[in-house]
């Protein structure tokens, strides 16, 4: 008996999924400059033409690649509070979570990228604000506010900004003790407003 290999498709998007964390990955460590098509394909395990085959250009890996682990985090984080948002703070740590790790870290790297380099620019914006968009409903659901009550919007805009600031704070340093203070401060100012 032979050896069963996977359907083409089933392969395909296998590799475009080793690609798209790849991407992600190297753009993290090594930024936009360190991160080309050939650098991600090597740690991908395919060849260029692989990857150029899945993507064209370096801009549709990489934001392509931002995109699609944001929505992988997306689905993870409202796994983490399937029926229950439980309580505030838990909600507030995982939404901040969000900001700290390796995602924001690539997808600062396209911000700064983007900002220099006309091709970019309106990919990133739009990637932005609809990741922005996502983040927000998110927050909402999870915190379990109504979002039609006055300043509660608002409140809940400030917080993902603040989220975002921490997320910057930590790419220079461990900020982790000063951001799990911040957010405990967080989760009882917005316990009170959100009443």
Known sequence: MGV???PK???SRATRRRLLEAAVSCLAEHGWAGSTVTVVAERAGVSRGAAQHHFPTREDLFTAAVEYVAEERSTALRALFPDD??????????LVSLYTGPLFRAALHLWVAASDEDRLRPRVTELEARVGRDA????????AVDESRPGVRETVQGFLDMARGLGLATLLTDDSARRARVAAQWAALLDAALR
């Open 4 to 6: 069963v290999t996977p």
């Open 9 to 11: 498709q089933d392969r």
């Open 85 to 94: 948002p439980g309580d505030r703070r838990a909600v507030l740590e995982a």
């Open 136 to 143: 927000h409903r998110i927050a909402v659901e999870l915190l």
